[in-house]
């Protein structure tokens, strides 16, 4: 079990990332690549992906065991930092000092010598688990060029695994981000605590999560970033090393397969004053009663409005409590404002 000890200042200080982390989403893919579970949302996405690489996953392979411990370098992150995209991420990565890298690679070898099969992959903070392939040699001897060559095949990987769905992964965080955020303008951020997927309980002053190891996390005053993840999967991940800024990485609620909405009968249901009203009243997210009180129609008609505007890939729409919750996806976000991007609450 993980227990997060937070504190009344840590408690003021808990925040939701605005967006998915790139880096995050990438390790974690290559986990969800290599294991044959959730296959309902993640199995065609595997066929899609595998058929797009081209000899990436092999160097990821060496540093990215299919569980346990992987390098915290390879997510960067640092204090009050927004969630990186892909290219700020890579060069926090490029810029990681020699002796971090050399550090956290001994340690990664040290991990698969011991092969404990019982670990998981939210376990990153034991250096454990299957046995892979050993980490590049000249990684841990600190040559640049192979680490060069690690950023490469992580961007290359994105591109192919990563990069076609990031519209369906930013709509899935962005859906979970406003049922956090209408949790804490509800209850504050003790309210917010107490809506994180099941595997997660908040009982003050202690956020206990179910985990591979038995560990304690103590925020000592910095406060902890909630990240919300879609190829997060079973268990939270946080860092190894204590020091770094405190991140709790999470699973999103009902994060769907992540596909394309191919045009078909719904697009010419989609056009009308509305179904437009209805997504404009829609916003930064609504219940369906509410939905309906604003834009003036039943209960049963909302309903089945939103029915549409889904199936076309316009909304998201999560259980909150015995309600549920409809949000914006950035389709749905750029059309009602004529092509500009989605704002972000």
Same mark, same amino acid.
């Given at each position: 079990?993980?227990?997060?000890?937070?504190?009344?200042?840590?408690?003021?200080?808990?925040?939701?990332?605005?967006?998915?982390?790139?880096?995050?989403?990438?390790?974690?893919?290559?986990?969800?690549?290599?294991?044959?579970?959730?296959?309902? &949302?993640?199995?065609?996405?595997?066929?899609?992906?595998?058929?797009?690489?081209?000899?990436?996953?092999?160097?990821?392979?060496?540093?990215?065991?299919?569980?346990?411990?992987?390098?915290?370098?390879?997510?960067?992150?640092?204090?009050?930092?927004?969630?990186?995209?892909?290219?700020?991420?890579?060069?926090?990565?490029?810029?990681?000092?020699?002796?971090? &890298?050399?550090?956290?690679?001994?340690?990664?070898?040290?991990?698969? &010598?011991?092969?404990?099969?019982?670990?998981?992959?939210?376990?990153?903070?034991?250096?454990?688990?299957?046995?892979?392939?050993?980490?590049?040699?000249?990684?841990?001897?600190?040559?640049?060029?192979?680490?060069?060559?690690?950023?490469?095949?992580?961007?290359?990987?994105?591109?192919?695994?990563?990069?076609?769905?990031?519209?369906?992964?930013?709509?899935?965080?962005?859906?979970?981000?406003?049922?956090?955020?209408?949790?804490?303008?509800?209850? /504050?951020?003790?309210?917010?605590?107490?809506?994180?997927?099941?595997?997660?309980?908040?009982?003050?002053?202690?956020?206990?999560?179910?985990?591979?190891?038995?560990?304690?996390?103590?925020?000592?005053?910095?406060?902890?970033?909630?990240?919300?993840?879609?190829?997060?999967?079973?268990?939270? &991940?946080?860092?190894?090393?204590?020091?770094?800024?405190?991140?709790?990485?999470?699973?999103?609620?009902?994060?769907?397969?992540?596909?394309?909405?191919?045009?078909?009968?719904?697009?010419?249901?989609?056009?009308?004053?509305?179904?437009?009203?209805?997504?404009?009243?829609? /916003?930064?997210?609504?219940?369906?009663?509410?939905?309906?009180?604003?834009?003036?129609?039943?209960?049963?008609?909302?309903?089945?409005?939103?029915?549409?505007?889904?199936?076309?890939?316009?909304?998201?729409?999560?259980?909150?409590?015995?309600?549920?919750?409809?949000?914006?996806?950035?389709?749905?976000?750029?059309?009602?404002?004529?092509?500009?991007?989605?704002?972000?609450?």
């Amino acid at each position: 079990m993980l227990r997060i000890h937070v504190s009344r200042l840590d408690l003021s200080r808990v925040r939701m990332a605005t967006r998915p982390d790139a880096l995050w989403e990438t390790i974690l893919s290559f986990h969800r690549l290599r294991d044959r579970r959730a296959s309902s &949302v993640f199995g065609k996405w595997r066929t899609e992906s595998r058929a797009r690489l081209n000899g990436e996953a092999q160097l990821l392979a060496a540093v990215v065991p299919p569980r346990g411990y992987f390098p915290d370098f390879l997510t960067p992150s640092q204090e009050g930092a927004e969630p990186f995209g892909l290219d700020v991420g890579m060069e926090a990565l490029r810029d990681t000092p020699a002796d971090r &890298v050399h550090a956290e690679l001994e340690l990664l070898a040290a991990g698969r &010598v011991r092969q404990r099969a019982d670990r998981s992959v939210g376990q990153r903070d034991v250096g454990a688990g299957r046995a892979g392939a050993a980490p590049p040699a000249a990684l841990v001897e600190d040559r640049a060029e192979p680490l060069a060559r690690l950023i490469g095949a992580l961007r290359s990987y994105h591109y192919a695994a990563v990069e076609p769905y990031w519209p369906h992964i930013r709509a899935s965080v962005e859906a979970d981000r406003a049922v956090r955020g209408r949790a804490l303008l509800d209850g /504050g951020a003790d309210g917010l605590l107490a809506t994180l997927p099941p595997m997660i309980r908040w009982r003050s002053p202690v956020l206990e999560a179910d985990y591979p190891v038995d560990r304690d996390l103590h925020l000592d005053g910095r406060g902890l970033l909630l990240q919300p993840s879609f190829f997060c999967r079973g268990t939270p &991940v946080v860092y190894r090393d204590p020091s770094l800024p405190p991140v709790l990485v999470y699973p999103v609620t009902n994060p769907g397969a992540p596909d394309f909405a191919e045009p078909g009968p719904w697009l010419g249901r989609l056009v009308g004053h509305t179904r437009s009203a209805i997504l404009q009243a829609i /916003g930064n997210g609504c219940t369906t009663s509410e939905l309906a009180r604003r834009a003036g129609v039943s209960l049963a008609s909302a309903s089945q409005h939103a029915s549409v505007l889904r199936e076309a890939g316009l909304v998201l729409t999560l259980r909150h409590g015995s309600s549920v919750l409809h949000t914006l996806t950035p389709l749905g976000g750029s059309l009602l404002r004529g092509g500009a991007p989605l704002a972000l609450p």
